[in-house]
Nanobody, 116 residues
Framework: QVQLVESGGGLVQPGGSLRLSCASS????????MGWYRQAPGQQRELVAS????????YADFMKGRATIYREGTPKNTVYLQMNSLSPEDTAVYFC?????????WGQGTQVTVSS
C-alpha cells in the first residue's frame, strides 16, 4: 500500500508563496508520474502540475510561470510544489497524486488559503 503525506499548506497573503511537500512511502521512481491536484469548494478536482518518471513536467495554464514541481529521490522520496504570486483564486485543498499504470494513489490533502 502506498502512503502519500502532504504538508506545507496554510494561510498566505495575496502575492505570497508556499511550498507544498508530498512524502511517499514508496520510491517515487516506481511511479509513472506524480502530481498535484486541487479542489475548491463546489468545484471539480483539477490538475495543477505533474512530473513523470523521466522528469518531464506539465502545468495547468492557470499555474504556468507561477509554480515549479520538482522531486527528491531516496531517501526523501518527496515531490514538491513551489507556488508563487498566489491569489485568492488559488484557495483550495491540494492533493498529491501518484500513478502506476492505471492505479492512482492520493494523499489526504492540505488546505491552502490565500487571503488578506
Amino acid at each position: 500500500q502506498v502512503q502519500l503525506v502532504e504538508s506545507g499548506g496554510g494561510l498566505v497573503q495575496p502575492g505570497g508563496s508556499l511550498r507544498l511537500s508530498c512524502a511517499s512511502s514508496r520510491n517515487i521512481f516506481d511511479f509513472n508520474a506524480m502530481g498535484w491536484y486541487r479542489q475548491a469548494p463546489g468545484q471539480q478536482r483539477e490538475l495543477v502540475a505533474s512530473i513523470n518518471v523521466g522528469g518531464v513536467t506539465n502545468y495547468a495554464d492557470f499555474m504556468k510561470g507561477r509554480a515549479t514541481i520538482y522531486r527528491e529521490g531516496t531517501p526523501k522520496n518527496t515531490v514538491y510544489l513551489q507556488m508563487n504570486s498566489l491569489s485568492p483564486e488559488d484557495t483550495a485543498v491540494y492533493f498529491c497524486n501518484a500513478r502506476i499504470l492505471r492505479e492512482n494513489y492520493w494523499g489526504q490533502g492540505t488546505q491552502v488559503t490565500v487571503s488578506s
